[in-house]
């Protein structure tokens, strides 16, 4: 089977996948549904803008809340405060 692309952390093995064309260009990939950048090692969410509401109701906040995408838990101290509050 033939690797299409990858990307690593690693900058031998980033230099030797350039060499044979296997290596995922770009300096942002999505993981998990977050983003991660090899060169700096870093995991970061996409930003979503949530609109000002003028009336926050409880249905509002679990909206908005219930779309966060976190398969590795990263952000449940936020979510699990924000339920704490409801």
Do not use: C, H
Not at 16 to 24: G, H, M, P, T, Y
Not at 42 to 54: C, G, K, T, V
Request: glycine share 2%; proline share 5%.
């Amino acid at each position: 089977m033939k690797v299409l692309s990858w990307t690593s952390n690693s900058e031998t093995l980033r230099s030797r996948a350039k060499e044979e064309n296997v290596l995922d260009t770009d300096e942002v990939n999505k993981i998990l549904g977050m983003r991660w950048n090899p060169v700096k090692d870093e995991m970061s969410f996409a930003e979503r803008n949530i609109p000002i509401l003028d009336v926050v109701t409880k249905r509002t906040i679990l909206k908005y809340l219930y779309q966060i995408y976190d398969p590795l838990g990263l952000l449940s101290p936020v979510s699990v405060s924000a339920l704490i509050l409801l």
